[in-house]
């Protein structure tokens, strides 16, 4: 988001083996060469992230939060219609929508 500011977030499952990310970044091409530089921005970010914090949100606030974000809307409603609780969950300065399940100390990398 810092490298991309126009990009919207979609979703983010987690998998098998870890998660996965989806990103819309408009008319933006990544290519191979870009990722040296994300991954750059990654390894500087996570220096900052200690912990997961949850926050449990009502729909009128998650919708407010991702106003400009169709993807997220869509989620929201989503959840929302099959009465799911919506949580935020924040790392560092970033948050998202999310279901959790994250490790303890996000900065560990071993």
């Not at 979703?11 to 996965?20: R, W």
């Not at 400009?68 to 924040?90: A, D, G, M, P, V």
């Amino acid at each position: 988001m810092d490298l991309w500011p126009k990009t919207k977030r979609t979703i983010g499952p987690a998998i098998e083996n870890g998660f996965y990310y989806d990103f819309d970044f408009g008319d933006v091409k990544i290519s191979e060469e870009d990722l040296p530089k994300i991954e750059e921005k990654m390894h500087e970010l996570i220096k900052y992230w200690k912990s997961f914090e949850k926050s449990d949100v009502g729909e009128d606030e998650a919708k407010a939060e991702y106003k400009n974000n169709e993807y997220k809307t869509e989620l929201i409603n989503e959840f929302s219609k099959e009465k799911q609780k919506l949580t935020f969950y924040k790392s560092g300065d970033y948050s998202d929508l999310c279901r959790g399940g994250h490790v303890d100390n996000p900065s560990d990398e071993n």
